[in-house]
Nanobody, 119 residues
Framework: QVQLVESGGGLVQPGGSLTLSCAAS????????MGWYRQAPGKERELVAN??????TNYVDSVKGRFTISRDNAKNMFLQMNSLKPEDTAVYYCNALVVTSLGAALRVWGQGTLVTVSS
C-alpha cells in the first residue's frame, strides 16, 4: 500500500507565502513523476505544477514566477507558493506515479490540503 500525505495548507493574506509538502510512504520502490493539482469550489481539478524524474518542471501559466515545485529525495515533494492571490484558494492535491516494491505502477493521490488566500 502506498500513501501520499500533504501538509502546509492554511489561511494566508494576499501577497503572502506558504509551502506545501507531500510525503510518500509504504511500499514505494521509486517515483517517476510527482505533481500538485488544485480544485477550487465549483471548478474542475487542474494541474498546478509537476516535476519528473530528471528534474524538469512544468507550471500552469497562472502560477509561473510565483510557485516553485521541488523534490528533496525520492519520496518528498514541495510547493513553495509566493505572492499568493485570492484566486489561488483551493484544495491542493499531491499526485505521484509510483512503482511499488512488487513492481506495480500506481497513480496515487493524497487527501488534499486547503489553501485559503483572504484578507
Amino acid at each position: 500500500q502506498v500513501q501520499l500525505v500533504e501538509s502546509g495548507g492554511g489561511l494566508v493574506q494576499p501577497g503572502g507565502s506558504l509551502t506545501l509538502s507531500c510525503a510518500a510512504s509504504g511500499s514505494v520502490f521509486s517515483i517517476n513523476d510527482m505533481g500538485w493539482y488544485r480544485q477550487a469550489p465549483g471548478k474542475e481539478r487542474e494541474l498546478v505544477a509537476n516535476i519528473i524524474s530528471d528534474g524538469r518542471t512544468n507550471y500552469v501559466d497562472s502560477v509561473k514566477g510565483r510557485f516553485t515545485i521541488s523534490r528533496d529525495n525520492a519520496k518528498n515533494m514541495f510547493l513553495q507558493m509566493n505572492s499568493l492571490k485570492p484566486e489561488d484558494t483551493a484544495v491542493y492535491y499531491c499526485n505521484a506515479l509510483v512503482v511499488t516494491s512488487l513492481g506495480a505502477a500506481l497513480r496515487v493521490w493524497g487527501q488534499g490540503t486547503l489553501v485559503t488566500v483572504s484578507s
